[in-house]
């Protein structure tokens, strides 16, 4: 391991490097990784690892999470039950967690997606609203209201240029920051909510993967994969299946170098998972990655600079509340 001056210098190094501060103290942690003269990670005759990092000041579920500059921040959730809606905003910096200005309404089963300057967040119960976020000013603004069939938890939501799409149940919405405008698209092959959404490229195609999710017509989790291409508006065929069904999974865009992340989640009645895949794209072909410490369900998460934090979340389907758990999986 090494010392605390050499982690140290490590973590400058990463930061001048552009891997960001979160993701710096984390790596600074493991001396198996170096800084390339090409100002990426290089990874050592290593497999991803995980790591404990500072807890949540307090239990989350059903949190959304988005990258920011510092780290990444995550949005309202639920804490001592289902009824006590968070309108919390807590930014992780790699140390610790710090207070922003709340949400103007609390909910849980929110989606999160960074913007420019800006986080949209997009629905959540009770209060399905539309609201923005400016990052460096950390303060909110209200948006237009949200199209009747989008309101509800377990939304999945990803940035693509200058436009974002919603995914929940089968519908499929186009939204213009620009305009504050929705646009309903084509409509997706099967109905869920709260599935791994992840935006990566193939060739010169962007692509939108809805993995897992609840499987609104049986009840229960699926790991059902399919893609949406928003320069055609149009949906894919079925893709190789996820490793196992689940829904309440890694949730907030898990990309990294267009791999998708997918894990954790639960399936009925009360099985919970730590299990982590790797999906890539390209090839279309899964790989196992070493499990997590805590078995869970409706985390928040979030990528940054090759570090794949997993926060909050649930372990038991009645009775339930806010987990407190923070892990990163170094990539």
């Known amino acids: 391991m090494a010392g605390q001056e050499d982690r140290q210098i490590l973590r400058r190094k990463f930061i001048k490097y552009g891997i960001g501060v979160a993701a710096a103290t984390v790596l600074a942690g493991s001396t198996h990784y170096l800084v390339s003269r090409y100002s990426k990670v290089q990874h050592a005759e290593r497999s991803p690892?995980?790591?404990?990092?500072?807890?949540?000041?307090?239990?989350?579920?059903?949190?959304?999470?988005?990258?920011?500059?510092?780290?990444?921040?995550?949005?309202?959730?639920?804490?001592?039950?289902?009824q006590d809606y968070k309108n919390s905003v807590l930014e992780f910096n790699g140390y610790d967690w710090n207070v922003k200005s709340p949400m103007p309404t609390p909910r849980w089963g929110a989606a999160a997606t960074r913007?420019?300057?800006?986080?949209?967040?997009?629905?959540?119960?009770?209060?399905?609203?539309?609201?923005?976020?400016?990052?460096?000013?950390?303060?909110?603004?209200?948006?237009?209201?949200?199209?009747?069939?989008?309101?509800?938890?377990?939304?999945?939501?990803?940035?693509?240029?200058?436009?974002?799409?919603?995914?929940?149940?089968?519908?499929?919405?186009?939204?213009?920051?620009?305009?504050?405008?929705?646009?309903?698209?084509?409509?997706?092959?099967?109905?869920?909510?709260?599935?791994?959404?992840?935006?990566?490229?193939v060739g010169d195609e962007d692509r939108i993967y809805i993995i897992g999710g609840n499987d609104l017509?049986?009840?229960?989790?699926?790991?059902?994969?399919?893609?949406?291409?928003?320069?055609?508006?149009?949906?894919?065929?079925?893709?190789?299946?996820?490793?196992?069904?689940?829904?309440?999974?890694?949730?907030?865009?898990?990309?990294?170098?267009?791999?998708?992340?997918?894990?954790f989640g639960h399936k009925n009645p009360d099985q919970f998972f730590k299990d982590m895949y790797a999906y890539d794209p390209a090839d279309a072909k899964w790989s196992k990655l070493p499990i997590g410490s805590h078995e869970r369900d409706g985390v928040a998460c979030a990528i940054t600079g090759g570090v794949l934090y997993i926060v909050g979340g649930r372990n038991r389907p009645y009775d339930q509340y806010g987990l407190a758990y923070c892990e990163a999986l170094i990539l």
Not at 53 to 81: C, H, K, Q, T
Not at 128 to 144: F, G, H, M, P, Q
Not at 151 to 173: D, E, P
């Open 49 to 82: 690892a995980w790591s404990t990092v500072s807890d949540l000041p307090f239990g989350i579920a059903d949190g959304a999470a988005a990258v920011s500059e510092n780290g990444f921040l995550v949005f309202g959730g639920y804490g001592r039950n289902v």
């Open 115 to 201: 913007y420019n300057e800006y986080v949209y967040v997009f629905g959540g119960y009770p209060n399905s609203v539309a609201e923005r976020y400016e990052i460096e000013k950390d303060n909110w603004n209200s948006l237009a209201e949200m199209p009747p069939s989008l309101k509800g938890q377990g939304l999945m939501a990803a940035t693509v240029g200058s436009r974002i799409f919603l995914f929940f149940r089968n519908l499929t919405f186009e939204y213009d920051p620009s305009e504050d405008r929705y646009t309903p698209r084509a409509n997706a092959p099967l109905a869920r909510t709260w599935a791994t959404c992840a935006l990566v490229s």
């Open 217 to 263: 017509a049986r009840g229960d989790g699926t790991n059902a994969n399919f893609y949406y291409a928003p320069s055609t508006d149009s949906w894919s065929g079925p893709e190789p299946l996820a490793p196992y069904s689940a829904y309440g999974v890694t949730r907030d865009n898990p990309v990294w170098m267009d791999t998708i992340y997918y894990g």
